[in-house]
């Protein structure tokens, strides 16, 4: 299924780089807490098709599934050890990312924003531009290397940074919706969104700064359900169930 959405040339695909923002939460699969293997090796099928179907696609994980940052600072911890640490998480995410996509036979590269010479290559923009130019996927670890900032924020300055089409946010459901569908079955999806509308409305979509940055460089944040079987491939030719948030009257 998926490489007949991918494959078929009567597709327009919208976009051409894009770059990928996953969840630490999402890698844990069934489980409660870490990396379940069979979920990250589905993610890395899915991002397989995109790659042989001529996408350029790079990455950032988040750690949530080993370290939350912010939420040991409010435990008490120093928040800019927190983060630090939060930080070393998405780049044992990002490493497990790798080693899933070597297995379906994709090459990748990760860049971590905290130089760490002996398991990665450190993130140089231009570099990871030219893997890109090359068909490899580039995952970007560490967040932005500082404390006080959210890989959100991280996935939305790398998109600007490599000149993506788009943002696409893999989550647990299938857009942005006016309330949690999980707990209201009642939720309304919203087809598309003005950068402002998610602001005002505090939708959660991305944190402030992150959806402010994609507003200034007029990227589109386009929200999907990451558990989807195809459903990467489908949203980026225009024919998936998703939430796109930018400009006025933004389309798919």
């Given amino acids: 299924m998926t490489e007949d959405v991918l494959s078929n040339p009567s597709n327009t695909a919208r976009f051409k780089r894009v770059l990928l923002k996953v969840s630490g939460e999402a890698l844990m699969g069934s489980g409660a807490y870490g990396i379940d293997t069979e979920t990250t090796e589905r993610i890395a099928g899915e991002i397989k098709h995109a790659v042989e179907a001529g996408f350029e696609i790079c990455l950032v994980i988040g750690g949530g599934n080993i370290f939350r940052g912010l939420s040991a600072a409010a435990r008490g911890m120093e928040r800019a050890s927190a983060d630090y640490m939060g930080m070393l998480a998405t780049v044992m995410n990002a490493l497990a990312m790798q080693t899933a996509l070597e297995r379906v036979g994709v090459e990748s590269r990760v860049q971590s924003a905290i130089p760490m010479t002996t398991v990665c290559e450190p993130y140089i923009r231009r570099r990871a531009m030219r893997h890109m130019e090359r068909g490899?996927?580039?995952?970007?670890?560490?967040?932005?290397?500082?404390?006080f900032f959210t890989t959100d924020t991280a996935a939305a300055l790398r998109a600007a940074e490599m000149g993506c089409d788009a943002l696409f946010k893999g989550t647990q459901v299938d857009g942005v919706y006016d309330d949690d569908p999980r707990k209201n079955p009642n939720a309304k999806r919203f087809e598309s969104l003005d950068y402002l509308d998610v602001l005002a409305r505090d939708l959660k979509v991305m944190d402030a700064s992150a959806v402010t940055l994609m507003r200034d460089n007029q990227i589109p944040i386009v929200v999907f359900n990451i558990h989807d079987q195809g459903g990467l491939a489908r949203v980026l030719n225009g024919q998936g169930v998703c939430t796109i948030v930018g400009k006025p009257n933004a389309s798919a």
Avoid: E, L, Q, S
């Fill in 136 to 147: 490899r996927v580039v995952i970007f670890a560490a967040g932005t290397g500082n404390p």
